[in-house]
């Protein structure tokens, strides 16, 4: 008796998962979930804000007042993430801001460069910065 039980649930243990991988093949198996086509907001429609520091919009108003400082262009400039100079000013933005230094928010981020010091020109390293804002996953 306990041997026929033994021998049924190893028959049955591989046609479980034979089945429960019939039925992932069927149905598919997605990591996250990701919109329909013509459920995605138009790629060609313009923002209200002029900038986004990420997840912070920033209004056209906003944006003019920071143009006209170095800090303001450091902090607007997408090379901020990989040019040192910059990153410096940045940094030193927020060491002076006395509610960033409550938060905890110096910006130091990674120390991988991509700039003159590290042997790249400044058409490499827009090229980099263009890639990195125009890259989409899985295209």
């Known amino acids: ?16 998962i034979l089945v429960a991988i019939g ?31 990420w997840g912070h ?22 090379a901020k ?5 910059l990153r410096a000013r940045v940094v030193a933005a927020n060491e002076a801001s006395p509610p960033l230094r409550r938060m905890n928010v110096a910006g130091t981020g990674h120390a991988y460069w991509v700039d003159p010091q590290s042997g790249f020109s400044g058409q490499e390293q827009q090229a980099l910065i263009l890639y990195m804002l125009t890259y989409e996953p899985g295209s």
């Open 57 to 78: 919009a920033v209004t056209t108003d906003e944006a003019n007042r920071l143009l006209k400082t170095d800090e303001g262009r450091a902090q607007l400039a997408p």
């Open 1 to 16: 008796m306990i041997v026929r039980r033994v021998l049924v649930w190893a028959a049955a243990l591989p046609l479980a």
């Open 23 to 53: 039925i992932a093949a069927g149905v598919g198996v997605q990591y996250a979930y990701e919109p329909a086509p013509d459920k995605v907001l138009s790629r060609n429609r313009t923002s209200p804000q002029a900038y986004d520091l």
């Open 81 to 85: 993430l990989v040019d040192r100079g």
